[in-house]
């Protein structure tokens, strides 16, 4: 039941006994801020000035039924609230032109998880956590391992580390929820003694609940965000290969898959508008229409595609290369953001300038929607795409509606829903796109998000392992249908895969809910899926993961209920205190999953949660709760079932089918 304590200066929110907000004069619960906040952005990296010229404690209290108002020195802010089934919701009334920091009580050994997409550790605790979309890579580091030898390298701390995909809402081991319903910039800090959100203006509202479980909250999670996600059944028939290069190329390289017996469900082409050469290697041409001369015939050799089971995926995002055919039109219509003085508002990618969709203008969305989507890509028959990007938009632009600073947040949102209404305008039934943008919400729209753009190597910071932190933090966010590129994408000079490298990262992705490839950015110094000595691996790894797919359909119907697919090892123990590997997994409930994250690794060092588990490749029978050296065979990651699982006639089987010819 949710009640009130008051007294003097002293006010407490209890949901039974246990308090939601605790405020005192010395420690209020709401501090007003005045901020000079600066914006420097560098393709989508952002750094920020910030100069602090007031602050306001809101130390006195006032309670009246069912609302309390925090003053201090001229300045309140009211709050309205109402108990929710597991907790409260509060609603705030407060002064524009402010940022606005509240206190939350937290316990000294209380780990938090969520955040959005954080690539570097699972538990926030001790972290400043940003709420700003930015681009995930940062250039320096690029350079780093570029020019340092790799022992030479450092891995980078969170604090450096930048999230396509930040979100204010938290889950705490105690089984709290926190989640704050805004759409400004600012930052969460997780200290010894508290927990301190700070927005740069009032939030709309604070839900705070209380859970039995990590799979109750999830739960909870997706009543007060709907969770729409969902994966064709199409999808799960195999692997999704990223080949570009125009139609000959990826019918012959597609056909020779399928002739050797991989298991091949799509070809994805993200060059299908043409083909951009940088110094930092093959980039999309950013006109969305097919390119006839590195695409002639497309809709004959999609056909094709589809007639032996598979389907064809293309690429689009919010933005038009500068002086294209697409752009000039825009241009003209008056579709592209703009600068303070009417000129186009150009953003750089690498190399080349674009100008960006307006998304609060009805026309230029109707646009994109019609001619774009519908009809250059749905018409032709294209089964899926990635809708890339959506984190650029400049704080200082000027919008048909809407002030730039207050939306860069939702931006990834808004272009999202742009590409689920055209789909369900259009009444397609089975078409996907994923993005890698995102915010509150973001899991109404999309379908499917992807990780972002993962460096060819395995370093932790930006490497193949970040994949899981950034899953299970989105994942305790709300966001439960994710996938990677396999073999990563960002490649400079000597940072390149070779055949190990990629088949670890593909036995990794057929132990999850999607496998789709990617060429990465210099496709010609990386290994493919087609390799000499990768190919047996992907003709064996997707005959497994289609092996799979009855239990795969499962995780994602109960993904689609709010029930992460991919879950960290402490969360059937429901303590960080359990955490004994921040890179190793469950697979729905009956699957335990350790990734294969070292260089040359013979074995590898696995720690079983408490229970009985069943070695998938050898049947042997082992007791969790202790650590194992497993061997660990390049195709033969360390995977683990429940021993009485409901599936374990299907594991057992899929183990005894798996064979690689090498």
């Given at each position: 039941?949710?009640?009130?304590?008051?007294?003097?200066?002293?006010?407490?929110?209890?949901?039974?006994?246990?308090?939601l907000v605790v405020h005192t004069k010395a420690q209020p619960f709401v501090t007003m801020i005045r901020l000079e906040k600066q914006y420097t952005a560098n393709r989508g990296t952002v750094k920020t000035e910030v100069v602090e010229t007031a602050r306001v404690f809101l130390t006195e209290v006032s309670e009246s039924e069912g609302s309390v108002r925090f003053s201090g020195n001229g300045h309140t802010l009211r709050v309205d609230y109402r108990e929710r089934e597991g907790g409260a919701e509060l609603h705030f009334a407060g002064e524009?032109?402010?940022?606005?920091?509240?206190?939350?009580?937290?316990?000294?050994?209380?780990?938090?998880?969520?955040?959005?997409?954080?690539?570097?550790?699972?538990?926030l605790r001790g972290e400043r956590v940003v709420n700003f979309v930015s681009e995930h890579i940062n250039a320096s580091t690029i350079l780093q391992k570029t020019f340092l030898p790799r022992s030479l390298y450092k891995e980078k701390p969170h604090s450096k580390i930048g999230s396509y995909s930040p979100m204010p809402v938290f889950v705490t081991d105690r089984k709290r929820l926190i989640l704050f319903e805004t759409d400004h910039d600012g930052s969460s800090h997780f200290g010894r003694e508290d927990f301190k959100f700070r927005f740069?203006?009032?939030?709309?509202?604070?839900?705070?609940?209380?859970?039995?479980?990590?799979?109750?909250?999830?739960?909870?999670?997706?009543?007060?965000?709907?969770?729409?996600?969902?994966?064709?059944?199409?999808?799960?028939?195999?692997?999704?290969?990223?080949?570009?290069?125009?139609?000959?190329?990826?019918?012959?390289?597609?056909?020779?898959?399928?002739?050797?017996?991989?298991?091949?469900?799509?070809?994805?082409?993200?060059?299908?508008?043409?083909?951009?050469?940088?110094?930092?290697?093959?980039?999309?041409?950013?006109?969305?229409?097919?390119?006839?001369?590195?695409?002639?015939?497309?809709?004959?050799?999609?056909?094709?595609?589809?007639?032996?089971?598979?389907?064809?995926?293309?690429?689009?995002?919010?933005?038009?290369?500068?002086?294209?055919?697409?752009?000039?039109?825009?241009?003209?219509?008056?579709?592209?953001?703009?600068?303070?003085?009417?000129?186009?508002?150009?953003?750089?990618?690498?190399?080349?300038?674009?100008?960006?969709?307006?998304?609060?203008?009805?026309?230029?969305?109707?646009?994109?929607?019609?001619?774009?989507?519908?009809?250059?890509?749905?018409?032709?028959?294209?089964?899926?795409?990635?809708?890339?990007?959506?984190?650029?938009?400049?704080?200082?632009?000027?919008?048909?509606?809407?002030?730039?600073?207050?939306?860069?947040?939702?931006?990834?949102?808004?272009?999202?829903?742009?590409?689920?209404?055209?789909?369900?305008?259009?009444?397609?039934?089975?078409?996907?796109?994923?993005?890698?943008?995102?915010?509150?919400?973001?899991?109404?729209?999309?379908?499917?998000?992807?990780?972002?753009?993962?460096?060819?190597?395995?370093?932790?910071?930006?490497?193949?392992?970040?994949?899981?932190?950034?899953?299970?933090?989105?994942?305790?966010?709300?966001?439960?249908?994710?996938?990677?590129?396999?073999?990563?994408?960002?490649?400079?000079?000597?940072?390149?895969?070779?055949?190990?490298?990629?088949?670890?990262?593909?036995?990794?992705?057929?132990?999850?809910?999607?496998?789709?490839?990617?060429?990465?950015?210099?496709?010609?110094?990386?290994?493919?899926?087609?390799?000499?000595?990768?190919?047996?691996?992907?003709?064996?790894?997707?005959?497994?993961?289609?092996?799979?797919?009855?239990?795969?359909?499962?995780?994602?119907?109960?993904?689609?209920?709010?029930?992460?697919?991919?879950?960290?090892?402490?969360?059937?123990?429901?303590?960080?205190?359990?955490?004994?590997?921040?890179?190793?997994?469950?697979?729905?409930?009956?699957?335990?999953?350790?990734?294969?994250?070292?260089?040359?690794?013979?074995?590898?060092?696995?720690?079983?949660?408490?229970?009985?588990?069943?070695?998938?490749?050898?049947?042997?029978?082992?007791?969790?709760?202790?650590?194992?050296?497993?061997?660990?065979?390049?195709?033969?990651?360390?995977?683990?079932?429940?021993?009485?699982?409901?599936?374990?006639?299907?594991?057992?089987?899929?183990?005894?089918?798996?064979?690689?010819?090498?």
């Amino acid at each position: 039941m949710l009640h009130t304590v008051a007294g003097g200066q002293q006010w407490q929110l209890l949901l039974d006994e246990a308090p939601l907000v605790v405020h005192t004069k010395a420690q209020p619960f709401v501090t007003m801020i005045r901020l000079e906040k600066q914006y420097t952005a560098n393709r989508g990296t952002v750094k920020t000035e910030v100069v602090e010229t007031a602050r306001v404690f809101l130390t006195e209290v006032s309670e009246s039924e069912g609302s309390v108002r925090f003053s201090g020195n001229g300045h309140t802010l009211r709050v309205d609230y109402r108990e929710r089934e597991g907790g409260a919701e509060l609603h705030f009334a407060g002064e524009p032109g402010w940022t606005y920091q509240f206190r939350l009580p937290a316990a000294p050994d209380e780990a938090v998880f969520g955040g959005g997409e954080q690539y570097r550790k699972v538990n926030l605790r001790g972290e400043r956590v940003v709420n700003f979309v930015s681009e995930h890579i940062n250039a320096s580091t690029i350079l780093q391992k570029t020019f340092l030898p790799r022992s030479l390298y450092k891995e980078k701390p969170h604090s450096k580390i930048g999230s396509y995909s930040p979100m204010p809402v938290f889950v705490t081991d105690r089984k709290r929820l926190i989640l704050f319903e805004t759409d400004h910039d600012g930052s969460s800090h997780f200290g010894r003694e508290d927990f301190k959100f700070r927005f740069d203006g009032c939030p709309e509202r604070l839900v705070l609940l209380q859970g039995d479980s990590y799979e109750d909250l999830s739960r909870r999670m997706a009543g007060l965000i709907p969770n729409r996600q969902y994966i064709p059944d199409w999808c799960q028939n195999g692997m999704i290969l990223g080949i570009q290069g125009g139609t000959q190329t990826i019918l012959d390289k597609t056909f020779a898959m399928l002739d050797a017996g991989a298991k091949i469900c799509g070809v994805w082409s993200q060059d299908w508008s043409g083909e951009n050469r940088t110094i930092m290697g093959k980039q999309v041409w950013w006109n969305w229409e097919v390119n006839e001369q590195l695409y002639p015939d497309l809709k004959d050799a999609i056909a094709r595609l589809n007639a032996r089971g598979v389907r064809f995926l293309a690429y689009i995002n919010p933005y038009l290369v500068k002086d294209g055919r697409l752009y000039n039109y825009c241009k003209e219509q008056g579709y592209l953001i703009t600068k303070q003085d009417g000129s186009i508002y150009h953003i750089k990618s690498t190399t080349f300038d674009a100008g960006m969709l307006d998304l609060t203008n009805p026309e230029a969305v109707r646009y994109v929607k019609d001619v774009l989507i519908k009809q250059n890509m749905l018409d032709l028959g294209i089964s899926g795409w990635m809708a890339d990007f959506g984190e650029y938009l400049p704080v200082d632009c000027v919008l048909h509606d809407g002030d730039p600073a207050r939306l860069h947040n939702r931006w990834p949102v808004l272009w999202a829903r742009l590409n689920r209404e055209a789909i369900e305008e259009y009444g397609a039934k089975d078409i996907l796109f994923f993005t890698r943008s995102g915010y509150l919400g973001i899991q109404s729209y999309a379908p499917l998000l992807w990780n972002g753009d993962q460096h060819t190597d395995l370093t932790r910071d930006y490497g193949m392992p970040c994949v899981m932190p950034a899953s299970f933090s989105l994942g305790f966010s709300g966001v439960t249908m994710l996938h990677c590129d396999i073999g990563g994408f960002f490649s400079f000079d000597r940072m390149r895969r070779n055949d190990e490298l990629f088949t670890r990262w593909m036995e990794m992705c057929t132990f999850s809910l999607l496998m789709r490839s990617h060429e990465s950015i210099r496709p010609w110094a990386n290994a493919q899926f087609d390799a000499e000595k990768v190919k047996p691996y992907t003709v064996a790894l997707t005959k497994l993961h289609l092996d799979l797919k009855p239990y795969l359909s499962d995780c994602i119907r109960k993904s689609a209920e709010g029930i992460p697919a991919l879950r960290p090892d402490f969360w059937e123990a429901e303590s960080y205190q359990d955490s004994h590997d921040e890179y190793s997994y469950y697979l729905g409930s009956e699957l335990f999953v350790c990734p294969v994250i070292e260089r040359k690794a013979k074995t590898r060092k696995v720690w079983l949660p408490a229970g009985s588990w069943v070695n998938f490749w050898t049947g042997r029978v082992m007791i969790g709760g202790r650590e194992y050296t497993v061997p660990a065979p390049l195709g033969k990651p360390p995977v683990f079932y429940r021993k009485g699982s409901p599936y374990k006639d299907l594991f057992r089987q899929a183990a005894q089918a798996y064979n690689i010819e090498l």
